[in-house]
Nanobody, 126 residues
Framework: QLQASGGGLVQDGGSLRLSCTVS????????KGWFRQAPGKEREFVAA?????????YYSDYVKGRFAISVDNAKNSVDLQMNSLKPEDTAVYYC????????????????????WGQGTLVTVSS
């Protein structure tokens, strides 16, 4: 129900745009996020979009100011625009969502998300 795409090989300082198509029941969830996992490391939070009253976006300190998350309701997708990429951004990127009404302190935790896409590999060369 979540299909991620857009990964690839890019040089240091380059840009990529990831897209995650959300279908079925998961299209109506209130929180959608992106996580990443580098080889030998735990999965970590990248960005999240929450629709609760208004809308809110959240970013990890590592990507703040370089990445931007957006939701396109017409396309049922959640995108991640990644600019000024660095070699340390190399990882498999996963989109995720949940039917749970997450509070702010929860949106960064992978364990709070129920549904995951298959991941797309981003490689940044130096």
């Amino acid at each position: 129900q979540l299909q991620a795409s857009g990964g690839g090989l890019v040089q240091d300082g380059g840009s990529l745009r990831l897209s995650c198509t959300v279908s079925g029941r998961t299209a109506s969830t209130y929180v959608k996020g992106w996580f990443r996992q580098a080889p030998g490391k735990e999965r970590e939070f990248v960005a999240a979009f929450r629709r609760r009253g208004g809308t809110s976006t959240y970013y990890s300190d590592y990507v703040k100011g370089r990445f931007a998350i957006s939701v396109d309701n017409a396309k049922n997708s959640v995108d991640l625009q990644m600019n000024s990429l660095k070699p340390e951004d190399t990882a498999v990127y996963y989109c995720a969502t949940t039917f749970r009404g997450l509070i702010t302190s929860q949106v960064r935790s992978p364990s709070e998300y129920e549904f995951w896409g298959q991941g797309t590999l981003v490689t940044v060369s130096s």
